[in-house]
């Protein structure tokens, strides 16, 4: 159960996968929600039966995200929004691919701090929930989406000293591959990425939302950093040989 | 609430602090618990309103360790013992403290999972649970405490890789600084270890023990690999400067 | 002394710091040397004492970024332009500051490994440096900049990955505080920027070119991946405490 | 060049491999050398061509280290001495192994520390410099030496803090996979020792010696704190996925 200190929450790539898992869970603990997404139809369903806010925003249009969260005042803010587009790494992402991915991965989470978290100091309260994953903190293929959730391991970790002593908290989730459409727009081949969703059993999206639901509910006085959380079949690490038919002898 | 896959665990240092709080727990969900300390006087006390079994073990003695170890199967192996000696520093231990603290921080936790792991393999089912610390995860002032929680980190990581498809998992809980009585032994000085436990809002046993009971409670196919928790008064991090008086030039 | 294996160089933020010391050591040994800046000045008084190409870029200006690097066919890229806008941190750094910052210290560094490296694998030979820091590696004070830092880490080290097998080498040199023009556009207020910058023997633009150099020297064979380098009086690290006035009891 | 501030130095593990190779380069520079093994055959036929200081001990003998080498004054230590027992992991590592490893791979390593850096700390001069690994960096196969060389890495950054302001600089060597007998000590089966050593462009220890020359070679104000080096053809990383045949459901 979430912490009673905490009464509303944004949620941004609220409106499917881990984002819209987490929103029926806040729901049901009748925090009062700002959802936001750039695809709002499933949140519109959603809301005929449960009442909430729908936001409807394109991350990459940073005025309107200003305008936006400027006039919100919320004590949770998950950070949800992510793509996984040049997940297949530099040599094959677009150039689009890298300027989209950075701006959604990265920079809109900066702005979206920025929006949010002064009010949440002022107000001497709050929890911020970043999204990251193991590719953020194992050397995996992909240069692209591997250097975005590098990036926010490292944003929550210095948010974290930047709070410190303001009584807002900050907690990283971690997860490994999950069940949800970040393959489909991930590759543009789809067998590839039905390849990447299968073979194994994966992590679901309410796993990750468990791992949310807990963080939040912890007493004030103790903060849960960092979860790592994989599928149990599924092991970051090694250190293989890749030998190459021409080493160079000098 | 624990997975029900579980029945039964071994927890070492399970006479105070975290390890007894985390056997609280576990008898609660009716787990049979085999309970290892060298101090096994709170142990014998609880014994008397509920049924769990005690082992009285210094885990220095090696012999003794496998002697009682190669006994029991359990399902959960919560590696928790470790004692604070030499967490001042390397310039401040003493031989002794470095002989005595890699012993059982380091040496007796590996003996444990050789007696204890092979069998949940065997098994095909278990969840170990090792006790790391933000003093394996960060640059801090001890040498010697510090070496010997990163040893864990990593111990934890890798046994993660080696049990690949064992289908056992793997977590690892890494705590910032825990009102228990590690500083009274970490300390020679009274005045020092009270001063370090004070001044602020202190994560409390039951605090990690709530991130134990989180991570047994998955479902199997989600490994939760690593909680870090810390005071939220607590941030581990910064860059300081330290000036010398006399640098040097060349 | 370079490996004889490479002729010729990018180098990314060539026109002051550490760009341009290594600029200096390149054309020492011969390098055929590409030197890309937005700020060319230092760069043509060079060029009269010395041969080498300047290519006027800001790396703002993605078309052009494209435009110029897809020219090039280089066997090292010294990807070093970077920008210390929002140092300050998340609460402090404006709009503005986020957005240049993460363009110059992420997105153009993905775009200009895109350009170059492609050709680097096609012509089985390159070795790519990348400009880290102690701020990707450690928790610290500045979200903005540390989150860009720590984006490079991870591509530094996904790239890596990718590049397995192609004879492409690829090193991260992560600095600590170092004296170049760094915190004067990191801080506005001038005497900020001064204290950040005096008070203990500060690193210098040529031990950093040093640790290039010496990545450089190596044996194919041998990948120096990651230097960190820091001010012996400056060390990441420790677990500070921040107590909070008025701490919630929930 | 070894800064001319420095003058002798003691190498643990000089015997052979890299610290043997440290040695013949120490020697050139005019060092005054201790090289300290447990087998001193190399070292004994070097000494018939030119002078230095053989120091025959077993680091399991805590006792005699002490003795000895509370007699030394050094400005350099090259705590090199490591033993690949156990490399294979804990479900194949014998209780010896895990008792000599654990022995001379950290505790050995901490009494060294502990023997030599006050010294150098009264004498405000001196340089550490720490054989860690690839291995205690990223997850890998071996709990056991992974968690070894996991202790070296934290006692590494540690001791750092803990030498702040001090004037000694510590450095951590970290290296991949090294053409030295390592794989005839970690492996009891010849022919996987031999697999091991093979099937790609090895690192040789004359690499290690190269990284280690320059950390020395360094101006006192710039501390080389940590090199990690591969073989080019060796990439740490990747998230594998390890299929189990009958998931657990619940």
């Known amino acids: 159960m979430i912490n ?45 039966k449960i009442k909430f806010n729908v936001i409807e925003l394109d991350l990459t249009d940073t005025n309107k995200l ?6 919100l005042k919320v004590d949770i803010l998950f950070a949800n929004a992510g793509v996984g587009r040049g997940a297949e790494g530099i040599l094959k992402a677009s150039r689009d691919d890298i300027e989209i991915s950075t701006k959604i991965n990265i920079e809109s989470c900066l702005h ?17 929930v970043l999204m990251g994953s193991l590719a953020g903190l194992y050397p995996q293929i992909s240069t692209v989406y591997g250097g975005q959730k590098g990036a926010i391991h490292r944003i929550a970790q210095s948010l974290r000293v930047e709070l410190s002593g303001s009584r807002v908290k900050v907690t990283e989730i971690c997860p490994g591959r999950t069940k949800t459409n970040f393959a489909e727009a991930a590759f543009e081949d789809k067998t590839k990425a039905k390849k990447f969703m ?12 468990d ?32 030998p190459v038919k021409d080493p160079i002898l000098t």
């Not at 009673?4 to 009748?30: N, V």
């Not at 200003?66 to 006039?71: A, I, M």
């Not at 299968?198 to 939302?209: C, N, P, Q, R, V």
């Not at 979860?227 to 970051?236: D, L």
């Open 198 to 209: 299968s073979g194994f059993t994966l992590l679901e999206a309410k796993d990750i939302a």
């Open 112 to 128: 979206t701090l920025k929006a949010i978290v002064p009010k949440m100091v002022k107000n001497r309260k709050g929890h911020v």
């Open 211 to 242: 791992t949310i639901m807990f963080a939040l509910s912890t007493r004030w006085r103790s903060n849960i950093s960092t979860i790592e959380i994989s599928g149990t079949e599924q092991s970051p690490g090694g250190v293989p040989i890749y």
């Open 66 to 71: 200003y305008r936006e969260l400027s006039k």
């Open 4 to 48: 009673k200190i905490y009464k509303s929450a944004l949620i941004t790539g609220a409106g499917d996968g881990i984002g819209y898992e987490t929103l029926k869970r806040f729901l049901k603990e009748k925090i009062i929600v700002y959802a936001l997404d750039k695809n709002v139809k499933k949140l519109k369903i959603l809301q005929k």
